[in-house]
């Protein structure tokens, strides 16, 4: 495996439309999507059933996934409290976003910068409390840092002064998250070189793109050719950001897998099988919008996915 796709439809994608998916089709989608090849799936997130009743079932959904051998369990969370719960239920990683914006923070998560920075150093003290096997990987996300539909353009040194923070709040890693759809490859460029610059290459491989605009995979090309190697996306694209008005849809998984796969860039997904998943989740959500090439037009003729090349990557 060259890359490693992280499934964010069960969480970024439920938590986008306003009907509730049975626990039992939730399990159904996260065990055909790890059977197709996905080896990461954030499956929930652990806010207040009252904010987002879509998701409120995380707990139970992770206790199933960890069972499911080779599968990285990830989630995101709000606060130290649910860190706690994403811990007590045995997930793999831990995501907290931070946003750059801080009035997208206020309307997001109610809190400032220096709130969510504190609630990071909690959370890495309750990690670094547990015995080495079980700890998370513990992810600080950097959310709308390509801009703000409420501020705009965020300040570079304020970019930076953030991932800063956050690896010395405790954080394994940085993420960048297009949370509104603003970024194109020139600016996926420059944002990556700014936040390595700022914590080390080592610290940053993975992006979360929408594609809001159109240009979800040319920034997942421009943030390969600039090292990252992990990348978000969503079956069907369901999702978006609830919290950034005008702003929805997630890569689709589908078109993204067969992009690279037909670079000769292995994922570890089959893409028939992704198909089938997608008709699974197609099936529990009727009447939803899917969106996605690939699976419409179908693989071409004589095409060779990369991961049957055998010796070609390791
Ligand atoms: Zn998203």
């Not at 490693?4 to 439809?9: C, D, N, P, Q």
């Not at 130290?80 to 831990?94: F, N, V």
């Not at 998370?136 to 996300?141: A, K």
Request: charged share 15%; hydrophobic share 45%.
């Amino acid at each position: 495996m060259d890359v490693l796709i992280s499934e964010v439809g069960p969480r970024d994608g439920l938590q986008s439309i306003s009907r509730i998916m049975p626990t039992a089709a939730k399990k159904a989608w996260v065990d055909a999507a790890a059977a197709a090849g996905v080896t990461e799936i954030e499956v929930g997130s652990f806010v207040p059933a009252k904010l987002l009743p879509q998701l409120a079932d995380t707990g139970e959904i992770v206790a199933h996934a960890v069972n499911i051998p080779g599968l990285t369990v990830a989630v995101l969370v709000p606060n130290a409290r649910g860190a706690e719960a994403a811990i007590a239920a045995g997930a793999h990683k831990i995501t907290l976003p931070l946003s750059c914006s801080e009035t997208h923070s206020l309307a997001n998560l109610r809190r400032t910068h220096g709130q969510v920075l504190e609630e990071a150093a909690s959370i890495s003290r309750l990690i670094a409390a547990l015995p080495v096997e079980r700890r998370p990987h513990f992810e600080g996300s950097l959310s709308t840092v390509f801009g703000c539909t409420l501020e705009g353009a965020i300040p570079d040194a304020q970019i930076a002064r953030l991932a800063e923070s956050l690896m010395a709040a405790g954080c394994d890693e940085v993420g960048l998250a297009d949370t509104t759809g603003y970024a194109d490859p020139r600016a996926v460029r420059h944002i990556i070189k700014l936040v390595r610059g700022a914590v080390g290459d080592a610290a940053v491989m993975g992006i979360h793109l929408h594609n809001t605009r159109g240009l979800g995979l040319a920034n997942v090309l421009a943030s390969l050719e600039a090292g990252l190697t992990t990348f978000d996306s969503s079956l069907g694209g369901l999702g978006g950001c609830p919290f950034a008005p005008g702003a929805s849809g997630n890569i689709v998984t589908e078109d993204l897998v067969y992009m690279l796969e037909a670079m000769g860039i292995s994922t570890g997904i089959d893409l028939e099988a992704l198909f089938a998943v997608r008709r699974l989740v197609g099936a529990a959500l009727e009447g939803e919008p899917l969106y996605g090439f690939t699976p419409e037009a179908g693989l071409p003729l004589g095409f060779v996915p990369a991961n049957s090349v055998q010796g070609a990557s390791a």
